[in-house]
């Protein structure tokens, strides 16, 4: 399986800063990288498809770059309503899920 | 409105099978492909395995190949998947969800808790 690992595990940020979250994978995959937000007890939402592809409905403060082995979620201008988990997976074989990055309130 | 509605929360003993299913409605699931994810309790999100619903064929988690079975009603619209020889590490928050997105799943159902316990 390709494993995905993210850093860092958690991060802390005000409201209104600008935060990054990377994730790099341990075979090339191309731009076959999704990220997720997930809130407790709530399903997962998808953010990013396709490494910089903005989901439908997803404010334009998100956005993704990166190809091949590592990539980056952005988030600026930090909103009351970020403050989550962020997942990174990659759809180039089967499906892999990172870690996880929590994005706490400083 | 595209949605997917997961079935009730199960009790399960250590040893048995549980079977979740997934029913969508606003979209026909046999132009999507579908991810089945867990997530433990305070744990990450947990890939149990995927399929391409058009032409069935499937990939499983290596963690879960041995005792997982996807399945498909298209004339009700509705996926579901078994796992069998539950143990306690099993007792996690399941989740179906659909890739009309390319590589990504954008429609997620509303999670299945199953708990496994003697």
């Known amino acids: 399986d390709i494993l995905v690992t993210q850093s860092p595990s958690s991060l802390s940020a005000s409201v209104g800063d600008t935060v990054t979250i990377t994730c790099r994978s341990t075979?090339?995959?191309?731009?076959?990288l999704n990220w997720y937000q997930h809130n407790p007890g709530r399903a997962p939402k998808l953010l990013i498809y396709l490494a910089s592809h903005l989901a439908s409905g997803v404010p334009s403060r998100f956005s993704g770059s990166g190809s091949e082995t590592d990539f980056t979620l952005t988030i600026s201008s930090l909103q009351p309503e970020d403050f989550a988990t962020y997942y990174c997976?990659?759809?180039?074989?089967?499906?892999?899920f990172g870690q996880g990055t929590t994005v706490e309130i400083k | 409105q595209m949605q997917l509605e997961q079935s009730g929360p199960e009790v399960k003993k250590p040893g048995t099978s549980v079977k979740v299913s997934c029913k969508a409605s606003?979209?026909?699931?046999?132009?999507?492909?579908i991810q089945w994810v867990r997530q433990p309790r305070g744990q990450r999100l947990e890939w149990i395995g995927w399929s391409i619903l058009a032409s069935g064929e499937t990939k499983f988690a290596q963690n879960f190949q041995e005792r997982v079975t996807f399945s498909r009603d298209m004339s009700t619209n509705t996926v579901s998947m078994e796992l069998s020889s539950l143990g306690s590490g099993d007792t996690a928050l399941y989740y179906c969800a659909a890739e009309t997105t390319p590589h990504a799943a954008n429609i997620w159902g509303q999670g299945t808790m199953v708990t496994v316990a003697s």
């Open positions: 606003g979209f026909t699931l046999i132009s999507s492909s």
């Open positions: 997976q990659q759809s180039y074989s089967g499906r892999t």
């Open positions: 075979q090339r995959i191309n731009s076959y």
